[in-house]
């Protein structure tokens, strides 16, 4: 596959519900330095039907499910980018995502990994606040748990083929698990602009109510 500048993965479960709005804000200013791979992991629901109607825009791929990690790391070993990313299903991004963080990309060569702030959005799209991500401190990161990049982080490639990618075992953290590991050899820039939407509802996994293994997978990765 001919390189290209960026490549933004999106993972698909049982996502008919917000998938149109998220595709729509990723394609209204996709331009030719940027691939978009879009997985569906095995939805049971319109996901597959949905995307098909994007498949001259886009990459389309239908796998049996896998999680999300693993259909990450699927859509990563695929890219033909330089740096990768990746969006959730029912995210999205805000105008001028991809001409701010490329613009970023050239005037700082030296970062590997670079994430902007973000808005909290409800289940009908509408804003609750915005969320300026703190800048990287390592200390923050090891000692404090924060987990200072959200949606809308990209990485160069060279940070997936040494980590590996998400871990599939770990179900709430493989986020947090990526930049701890990534922490200890790349760099990492915070971009002080709102670029991205992370969508808070009851099917999101991350508000779904705790359980023992849960609670307990943030202190095992620790």
């Not at 519900?17 to 804000?25: F, N, P, Q």
């Not at 613009?103 to 409800?122: K, S």
Request: net charge negative; proline share 5%; glycine share 6%.
């Amino acid at each position: 596959m001919v390189s290209m500048k960026l490549t933004l993965v999106i993972p698909c479960y049982n996502a008919e519900k917000y998938l149109v709005k998220t595709l729509t804000s990723v394609l209204r200013e996709k331009n030719d330095e940027v691939e978009v791979i879009a997985i569906n992991d095995g939805s049971k629901d319109d996901t597959e039907k949905i995307l098909e109607l994007y498949r001259d825009k886009i990459q389309i791929i239908h796998q049996a499910n896998a999680g999300q990690a693993a259909t990450l790391n699927c859509g990563w070993k695929m890219a033909g980018g330089e740096w990768l990313g990746y969006l959730s299903a029912d995210d999205e991004l805000k105008s001028g995502f991809f001409q701010t963080m490329l613009r970023e990309i050239g005037q700082y060569p030296q970062i590997d990994i670079f994430y902007p702030d973000y808005e909290l959005t409800d289940e009908n799209s509408e804003v609750l606040r915005a969320v300026p991500t703190p800048d990287f401190v390592l200390a923050d990161l090891v000692v404090n748990m924060i987990c200072q990049p959200g949606p809308g982080a990209i990485f160069i490639q060279k940070v997936f083929a040494d980590l590996g990618g998400w871990n599939p075992e770990l179900r709430q953290t493989p986020d947090f698990d990526f930049w701890l590991r990534a922490s200890r050899k790349f760099s990492f820039r915070r971009v002080p602009q709102v670029l991205a939407q992370f969508r808070v509802h009851e099917d999101s996994q991350s508000f779904q109510a705790s359980n023992s293994a849960k609670s307990e997978e943030p202190l095992r990765l620790m």
